[in-house]
């Protein structure tokens, strides 16, 4: 599971309140299904015609960083009132996979993009004239959306008769120092008392589950006496909440930091740190980590150590608005053993290999001789961003440039070895605190069998091998399974299988091959949620009677919430499960952003 958006590290989790403001790197090269809601008129041109006036606003879709906007097609004459819940589902019900998903109130179309072209041409084949709540769809390739930077650049050269305008001038800052501007964007609640951020925290998880109570008697008519009778016992919910625990640490506690490098809200060039406000909103200003209160010591020591190098090299940052420059991120994690691993990533542009090679040198000198190495950097890795097909950081190959290949973490007695591109748990201490929770409910014994879905580096399915019969990992990352393997050796677990490949291809053949009655599942998936054929297989596998689901955005989760629980259909095979309790953790303090547990049992 992975889950950090670059710039924006407050942005896990489930949030406090929909619609609050969350910190994007740039809408582009946006990883997750996203909703988007617009009342524009659509455009009315099917493809960039590239002598078209201003064609510079669609530039992004010419180079080499991937984009679904050139996978993208209208969906037009949709039943009226159509949600994007309702299309999502529908296209999900089709086999489609989209990246994105964009709604325009009332109107009868909308916009959907996909990661590949075989995606996007599967999705008009199957759609095209497919009728739909008694009409009949209509599919066309859309044209792409234009980049936002660029266009607000445009209007500004048009309104100010500037055309020799080079680059974004530094952002108009309010009164305010620009630590609580960006402490504000990253850390929203850090001027709220930690008691009173649980509490609020506490009322948007009642509120989630009120919602899931609504939907269930909603979906699953047979269930409305139960839920009557659990709204009744526990305050208009269908389960009891166990409160929200608190993390062990409130500062200082983020494991790994995603750090944009752009222009500072200052005005000073090669600024590493996080985004003030949003690309969309035609803003790529970065301001300096040093004062947010989540970002530990050693991370801010290796963030000041690594700007002053870039500031004194010949190469400019990389400018999303004109494609142009070289330095792009730079990836820090750390560990309680002090070991940190920092991932720059540089856009090579026209450089040779042989000057891509000395950079590499020079960066690994100045970390282990010059004035770098006081920040202890233990394993240095180097990417070329600039050949990205995918939107997927996880895919960029990594040089490794200097020390350890690897860092390493303990958590609940055991021994973790961790990737650069690897998921583990922001908050190494709340996620003790979280995967002690899954391991009480989990109720196990010898002869149980434990299916880990979407398992990372293993960090769940070993916490709780000790315990059980044998325990199954299913992770799509190959990094985080090498990893997982490495981790049950050393940790001396022999009754462990970690699987790779997507958990909606593997799942389904491996909870049928399994014939244990005592059987738990345990599911983390990323933001978007569980894939709906890994929901269909759940419910069709009747031996599965325990579920537990950790979420970390319980809003995006609500459809599998929901399928979990609807009454069975032609789609929807198998007897449907019930939420037994719930309990949130605080992985994320002074954000608005928490992990869910919900555990479900089979109706019998």
Not at 22 to 44: A, F, G, H, Y
Not at 54 to 83: A, C, H, M, W
Not at 500 to 516: H, M, Y
Request: glycine share 6%.
């Amino acid at each position: 599971m992975s889950q950090t958006n670059l710039g924006a590290m407050a942005e896990e989790g489930a949030s406090v309140s929909p619609g609050v403001v969350q910190s994007e790197t740039c809408e582009l090269t946006d990883s997750r299904v996203t909703e988007e809601s617009e009342k524009s008129s659509p455009p009315n041109e099917t493809h960039v015609e590239t002598d078209e006036p201003g064609e510079d606003v669609y530039r992004y879709i010419k180079g080499d960083l991937f984009t679904s906007e050139i996978y993208k097609i209208e969906i037009q004459n949709l039943p009226k009132f159509v949600s994007f819940s309702e299309l999502r589902k529908f296209l999900s019900r089709n086999n489609l996979v989209p990246h994105k998903i964009k709604l325009f109130g009332k109107q009868p179309y909308a916009f959907v993009t996909f990661k590949e072209e075989k995606d996007r041409d599967q999705a008009m084949e199957v759609l095209q004239g497919q009728v739909w709540k008694n009409r009949n769809l209509r599919v066309r390739l859309a044209k792409p959306k234009a980049d936002p930077i660029a266009k607000k650049r445009k209007q500004e050269c048009q309104e100010n008769d500037d055309h020799d305008l080079k680059r974004p001038a530094a952002v108009d800052v309010l009164d305010r120092p620009l630590s609580e501007q960006i402490a504000d964007v990253v850390t929203p609640l850090w001027k709220v008392p930690y008691e009173e951020q649980l509490k609020k925290k506490e009322q948007n998880v009642l509120h989630v589950l009120g919602t899931l109570t609504t939907e269930i008697g909603v979906h699953n008519r047979a269930l409305v006496p139960w839920v009557f009778q659990q709204k009744k016992m526990y305050g208009g919910t269908c389960c009891p909440l166990e409160g929200v625990r608190p993390s062990p640490v409130q500062t200082e506690y983020r494991n790994k930091c995603e750090f944009l490098i752009g222009v500072g809200a200052d005005g000073e060039d090669k600024t590493v740190g996080c985004r003030l406000g949003k690309y969309k909103g035609g803003s790529c200003a970065v301001v300096e980590p040093f004062d947010t209160v989540h970002i530990p010591a050693k991370t801010k020591e290796v963030v000041k150590a690594f700007q002053k190098y870039i500031r004194s090299s010949p190469y400019c940052v990389y400018s999303p608005e004109t494609y142009e420059g070289h330095w792009k991120q730079l990836t820090v994690r750390i560990s309680r053993a002090k070991q940190i691993m920092a991932i720059v990533y540089f856009n090579p542009q026209k450089l040779t290999k042989a000057e891509l090679a000395e950079l590499q040198g020079e960066l690994s000198k100045y970390f282990t001789e010059g004035d770098g190495k006081d920040c202890g950097v233990t394993s240095l890795y180097f990417a070329e961003e600039g050949q990205r097909k995918s939107p997927n950081l996880e895919d960029l190959p990594l040089d490794h440039v200097h020390g350890d290949k690897y860092i390493y973490e303990q958590l609940l007695g055991l021994k973790f070895r961790i990737s650069p591109h690897a998921f583990f748990q922001v908050n190494t201490l709340a996620a003790e605190v979280l995967y002690s929770a899954v391991g009480d409910w989990a109720k196990l014994n010898q002869d149980s069998t434990v299916l880990d879905v979407c398992c990372g580096t293993g960090t769940i399915g070993l916490s709780l091998a000790k315990n059980v019969k044998n325990v199954i990992g299913i992770e799509m990352c190959q990094e985080a399974i090498e990893d997982a393997k490495v981790n049950a050796e050393i940790n001396g677990l022999s009754n462990v299988e970690f699987l790779c490949g997507k958990a909606e291809d593997l799942f389904p053949t491996v909870i049928n091959s399994l014939t244990s009655q005592n059987l738990v599942a345990v599911v983390d998936p990323p933001r978007a949620g569980l894939h709906s054929r890994v929901v269909l297989a759940i419910r069709r596998a009747e031996h599965l009677k325990r579920l537990i689901y950790v979420a970390c955005n319980a809003r995006a989760a609500m459809n599998n919430f929901v399928d979990l629980c609807r009454a069975p259909s032609h789609r929807v095979k198998g007897s449907p499960f019930r939420p037994v309790k719930a309990l949130a953790v605080d992985l994320f303090p002074h954000t608005m952003y928490y992990e869910l547990l919900i555990l479900f049992e089979r109706v019998e």
